[in-house]
C-alpha cells in the first residue's frame, strides 16, 4: 500500500455540479453527490454513489484490479437493451484508508459511458398565469405591435 504525496498526487473533492451518467440514450444515474477524483497527471474520473446509480442494469464479473494506492477495483458489466459492455464500470469495494471516501462508489470508462456535467434545469418563476419568459416575449411583442 502506498500513500498518495507529492510523487505521485491524488485528490479527492466534492464535485458541486449535478453528474449524469448515461448509456444508450438510457439515463442510468443522476447524483449531486459526486467525487471527484484527480490522480497525479491521469483526467479526472467521477466517482458517482452506488445508490444514484441504476444497479440493475450491473452485473459484476471476474476482473479485479490492484492500485497500490487505492486498493482492490472489482469491475461490472452493463447490459442495456440487449447490449453488453463488458468491465466499464469499477468499484473500490474496500479501499485503502486515504481512499475511504471512494467506498460505495462506482466509476466508468467514459469512452463506453457518458459522465457529464449538467446545469439544473432554470427555475421560472410565476407571474399571474405566465413565466417569467412569456412576460418578457409578450411584452416585446406588446410594444412591437
Known sequence: MKTPGPDHPITLTPNPH????????HVLGDTRRAITLQEANLSPV???PREDFESAWLS?????????????AS???LFVNGDLSENVVWSYENPYPAMEAIRGHLAFYTDKI????VEDEIEQRSMG?????????????????
Do not use: L, M
Open 18 to 25: 449535478r453528474v449524469r451518467i448515461r448509456y444508450d440514450n
Open 46 to 48: 467521477q466517482y458517482v
Open 60 to 72: 459484476r464479473t471476474d476482473k479485479v484490479t490492484h492500485c497500490p494506492y487505492k486498493g482492490d
Open 75 to 77: 469491475y461490472y458489466s
Open 114 to 117: 457518458d459522465v457529464y456535467e
Open 129 to 145: 398565469d405566465r413565466t417569467v419568459n412569456e412576460a418578457v416575449e409578450g411584452g416585446a411583442n406588446d410594444r412591437a405591435g
